[in-house]
């Protein structure tokens, strides 16, 4: 009977302790919060919801902290060929003088990451990582959230090539009582001029439109896939350098860029397929050193993405498509011996790999 006395008087123990816990910690906590938002200004809660019925035009509304201003949005998950992306709007509501509020926001572009970072101190560990701010966006959903601030509704103009609603003529005014006794004197009529005769419509031209040339479409994707490049923004990099390569698929700039970019998403398999589909396009070509100055893209990232791939193929000595993009971005860095020994590595796993071939070929007669 000994134990189930001590049974009974642990459970009434446990009860007790929670049922104290919900009386002095849990009912205070609420009953404070009630009385934190019963107190909150009228003309605090107005602005609150002026700024989420703005932002719940374009964003799909997370989580509203009314006490202390903050209001969260997201866009739907989208997604292209590569990975998913979205967008994120933190917005917040605070005084700037006696009964008067102000809001700010930010808007920015995540992608979706298939592992967290390796890298300790302040990385995140989350599935999305944040990759740029969507300045443009960020500066419409001000202008709108300012215009309902003041009481106005901001309305998008159309372009100058659209007209959504034909011009029509002002409405006759009404005549008063008075007016309609009087006798309407005609206007004098004056002598018409004479009108030129209507000039033909123009013949169609049954020539094609000039097509665009592939060279300059590739030299443009490029140009705005280094911009987004140094930039950091990689979901638009890589689409610019997709474009490039379907634009001239027989340079290899573009699947090299591709490479680069694949490498700092951790995408692996891919970089390396892009790399292979580059040096099968280059054959014994030697890229000159400013395009090797290109194809560094942001120091800071170089040396992150050089870390990343060290640890990587610490840990999976087998996984010859790390290996391999190891190899390109020491030759990138200019490190020469450590990319020789990386390149004897691929090349005991795969003595005929392509891809390392012409990676040799480029480090020929190069000193670290």
């Known amino acids: 009977m000994k134990p189930v006395w001590l049974a009974l008087l642990a459970a009434t123990l446990v009860g007790c302790s929670s049922e104290v816990w919900h009386?002095?910690?849990?009912?205070p906590l609420e009953r404070k919060l009630r009385e934190d938002m019963d107190q909150l200004p009228l003309e605090w809660t107005q602005a609150l919801g002026v700024v989420e019925s703005v932002i719940a035009r374009r964003y799909v509304v997370t989580?509203?902290?009314?006490?202390?201003?903050?209001?969260?949005?997201?866009?739907?998950?989208?997604?292209?060929?590569?990975?998913?992306?979205r967008t994120r709007v933190t917005a917040r509501v605070f005084e700037v003088g006696h009964r008067l509020y102000d809001a700010e926001a930010r808007v920015t572009n995540e992608l979706e990451v298939s592992e967290p970072s390796n890298l300790r101190g302040g990385q995140p560990t989350f599935d999305w990582r944040a990759v740029g701010?969507?300045?443009?966006?960020?500066?419409?959903?001000?202008a709108e959230i300012q215009a309902a601030l003041r009481g106005e509704v901001a309305t998008a103009s159309p372009r100058s090539?659209?007209?959504?609603?034909?011009t029509r003529a002002p409405a006759p005014q009404p005549r008063r009582a008075g007016e309609l006794l009087k006798p309407t004197i005609p206007e004098p009529v004056r002598p018409s001029e004479p009108v030129a005769p209507p000039s033909p419509p123009p013949k169609a031209s049954s020539a094609a439109p000039p097509k665009a040339n592939p060279a300059e479409l590739f030299e443009?994707?490029?140009?705005?896939?280094?911009?987004?490049?140094?930039?950091?923004?990689h979901d638009k990099a890589l689409l610019e350098y997709q474009r490039a390569a379907i634009a001239c698929p027989d340079n290899p700039l573009a699947h090299l860029s591709l490479a680069s970019v694949w490498t700092a998403l951790r995408r692996y398999a891919a970089g390396a397929a892009a790399l292979r589909?580059?040096?099968?396009?280059?054959?014994?070509?030697?890229?000159p050193p400013a395009d090797l100055a290109r194809l560094r893209g942001p120091a800071e990232e170089l040396s992150e993405r050089l870390l990343l791939l060290k640890g990587w193929c610490r840990q999976k000595p087998d996984d010859a498509d790390a290996r391999l993009l190891?190899?390109?971005?020491?030759?990138l860095a200019g490190r020469g011996d450590e990319a020789r020994a990386s390149l004897q590595e691929c090349t005991k796993s795969n003595p005929a790999d392509a891809a390392a071939r012409f990676l040799s070929q480029q480090l020929g007669g190069r000193q670290s």
């Open 23 to 27: 009386n002095e910690f849990r009912q």
């Open 63 to 85: 989580s509203v902290d009314r006490v202390h201003g903050v209001i969260e949005a997201s866009s739907p998950v989208r997604a292209n060929i590569s990975t998913k992306f």
């Open 133 to 142: 701010f969507d300045h443009l966006a960020e500066v419409a959903l001000m």
């Open 161 to 166: 090539t659209h007209v959504m609603y034909p």
């Open 220 to 233: 443009q994707y490029l140009a705005s896939g280094s911009l987004y490049w140094q930039r950091r923004e």
């Open 277 to 287: 589909e580059a040096a099968g396009v280059a054959g014994a070509q030697h890229l």
């Open 326 to 331: 190891l190899a390109y971005h020491y030759i």
